[in-house]
Nanobody, 124 residues
Framework: LQLQASGGGSVQAGGSLRLSCTASGFTFDSYAIGWFRQAPGKEREGVSRIRGSNGRTNYADSVKGRFTISSDNAKITVYLEMRSLKPEDTAVYYC??????????????????WGQGTQVTVSS
């Protein structure tokens, strides 16, 4: 199973970016894919998660109403649409895959496979 994250970049506050996570080597219905981020000097935190089987989504409070996670199951690609970006959204963003039955979607330990990070920089 491999995950490839892309779409990061630099934007001004208030701008938008869309991240993509393309997966291969597994059946999406049996997994959930999450986005995490890690800012300099901070711990990695869960941002959002989507289950492949039913499309159920979860969001961190800090991004609710601004970020939207979606998936194209045929392409096994998960998107993270980020709007109204703030400087505090600056981080390296990672996508990860874990079993669909995970209990705590925002814990790193629930995920077995990780993609490389993509940098998002939001300037004020």
């Amino acid at each position: 199973l491999q995950l490839q994250a892309s779409g990061g970049g630099s934007v001004q506050a208030g701008g938008s970016l869309r991240l993509s996570c393309t997966a291969s080597g597994f059946t999406f219905d049996s997994y959930a894919i999450g986005w995490f981020r890690q800012a300099p000097g901070k711990e990695r935190e869960g941002v959002s998660r989507i289950r492949g089987s039913n499309g159920r989504t979860n969001y961190a409070d800090s991004v609710k109403g601004r970020f939207t996670i979606s998936s194209d199951n045929a392409k096994i690609t998960v998107y993270l649409e980020m709007r109204s970006l703030k400087p505090e959204d600056t981080a390296v963003y990672y996508c990860a895959a874990g079993g669909a039955g995970m209990v705590h979607w925002d814990l790193e330990s629930e995920y077995d496979y990780w993609g490389q990070g993509t940098q998002v920089t939001v300037s004020s």
